[in-house]
């Protein structure tokens, strides 16, 4: 039985995309009109059978030129981290001349596994997902069958291509920075289960503790941290030594503890060094200005529409995960350990 000729045939003969195959025959911008005419008369030599009068193929799936990015309303209003992403991922669509249509997602369609209405119609080619939303939620978008790329976010329950932050690499490097100057009473502070970044950037604090050959003290880690100064002073304040150095899992709370550290009377970085995550407007606000960890918001956008592309046209194949690398940004907040100071209580 002679085998079917698809778009994809097509695709491998020319050394081009699957869309760009489907723009050139269904008539669609995005392709020049040498590639088109090129399209056309290699499906007419290897005999691929089309309709080129009602705008589509006989493909499966119908071409839209629309690419989804949805995000939980949390994550959209975090706009000095995931805001910069946005826009990575819009300037890369708009290259491939897609139309890019962004979706927030609110608790009750969470909950309730509500789809955006361009996702259920099937008015999209591919998927973004923006960070985390809840492993159920983003099942339900896979189980359409339209290609997804998740950024910022895995899961094993969750198959699926994504773009990620080498978490646990770069809280290593933050974590050992501090041993090299000296600091062995290290402070952790993080909400370990909100996100897998968050639990991985604990575990590189651990792995270069171990390197070290040294164990951290389990009260010098708030691993369900809020990001609201009551919650960072109080947990300061009660702690009956004080470290001489805290590693933060974002600018957020490296901004909060830098702040509840000197309201104590503790002068950052004399008495104690502070790092954190993301390189954000806090951590270069902040006085002192906080050694971070600085992530290339730019490449998340880059990557994760790279991949997207790829996805639309490799179904079948396994998925991937790609780890971008951080950057240490060394800032005034830290330097070698000092003579530790007795905690200063409020009165």
Not at 23 to 38: F, I, M, N, Y
Not at 40 to 69: F, M
């Amino acid at each position: 039985m002679r085998k079917r000729v698809t778009m994809q045939d097509i695709a491998d003969r020319l050394n081009i995309s699957k869309n760009s195959v489907s723009q050139a025959l269904s008539g669609k911008p995005g392709v020049s009109d040498e590639t088109r005419q090129l399209v056309l008369k290699t499906a007419k030599d290897i005999g691929y059978h089309y309709n080129p009068g009602n705008g589509n193929t006989k493909e499966e799936e119908k071409i839209t030129g629309n690419i989804a990015l949805i995000a939980s309303e949390f994550a959209f209003s975090m706009k000095s981290f995931f805001g910069e992403i946005y826009l990575s991922v819009e300037e890369e669509v708009n290259k491939r001349n897609k139309n890019l249509l962004i979706q927030s997602i609110n608790n009750h369609s969470r909950d309730q596994l509500i789809l955006p209405p361009f996702i259920e119609k099937r008015q999209v080619d591919g998927i973004l997902i923006l960070s985390h939303i809840s492993n159920d939620y983003i099942n339900k978008i896979l189980a359409t069958g339209i290609p997804t790329v998740l950024i910022d976010h895995h899961h094993p329950e969750i198959k699926a291509d994504a773009i990620l932050t080498n978490n646990r690499f770069g809280a290593y490097t933050v974590t050992k920075h501090l041993l090299e100057l000296g600091h062995r009473d290290i402070a952790f502070v993080g909400n370990i289960d909100f996100s897998p970044s968050y639990q991985e950037r604990w575990e590189g604090y651990h792995l270069a503790h171990r390197e070290f050959g040294i164990k951290p003290k389990e009260n010098f880690q708030l691993k369900d941290a809020l990001e609201e100064a009551p919650v960072i002073n109080y947990f300061i304040n009660q702690l009956e030594e004080n470290p001489t150095a805290w590693v933060c899992v974002n600018d957020g709370l490296g901004y909060l503890v830098t702040s509840g550290l000197q309201s104590l009377g503790f002068k950052v970085p004399d008495d104690a060094s502070v790092c954190s995550f993301d390189n954000g407007q806090l951590s270069q606000l902040s006085t002192p200005s906080i050694t971070t960890m600085d992530i290339d918001f730019k490449a998340f956008g880059q990557n994760a529409v790279e991949k997207l592309f790829w996805r639309m046209d490799n179904r079948d194949e396994p998925h991937q995960e790609v780890l971008l690398p951080t950057t240490l940004i060394e800032r005034e907040s830290t330097t070698k350990v000092r003579k530790k100071n007795k905690l200063k209580q409020n009165s």
